[in-house]
C-alpha cells in the first residue's frame, strides 16, 4: 500500500512471520557490544535462565520496525523520501526467544504536517506467535519527505 494513501486507523501487518535466529542475535551483540549471557550463551541459559534458552535484544526488535514498515508500505521516490523519525513510549512485555517468530503489527493513529513533510505516527505491536503477549508495542513515528 502506497502510505500516501494511509488514513488515520489503517492498519498495515505482513502475512509472513519472521524468524529470530541465535546468528541474527550473535550478530547484533557484535554491533552493540551487548554480549550479556542471556543473548549469546545458550548452555548457562538452560541451566540458569527462566527462559530455558537465549533471548533477543528488546532493542534487536525494535531495530527490525523500518525494514518490516517497508514491507508493508511503499512511496513514489520521484515525490517523497520515507525517514525513520523514531520510537515514542516503547515497552517490551514478552521476551523474544531464540527461534521465535514475531509480526509486526501498524495502525495509523495520526498525520501531522512538519516543514519538511508529513509526520505519520503507528500505534504498533510485535506479536510472537503462538503467544498471548506482545514482544513489544509503542508509537513508531516516519517522516515522509517532499521532494
Known sequence: MNISSLKVNDALSSDDWYQITQEKVNAFA????????IHIDKKRCEKESPFKTTIAHGFLTAALMPKMFAANVSI????HTMLNYGIDSLRYL???????EIKFKFSLTSIES???????????QVDIKNREKPALVGEFLMLLLKK
Open 30 to 37: 557484535e554491533v552493540t557490544e551487548d554480549f550479556q549471557w
Open 76 to 79: 513514489d521516490p520521484n515525490k
Open 94 to 100: 514478552e521476551p523474544v526467544r531464540v527461534l521465535d
Open 114 to 124: 512538519k516543514a519538511m513533510g508529513d509526520l505519520y505516527r503507528f500505534a504498533t
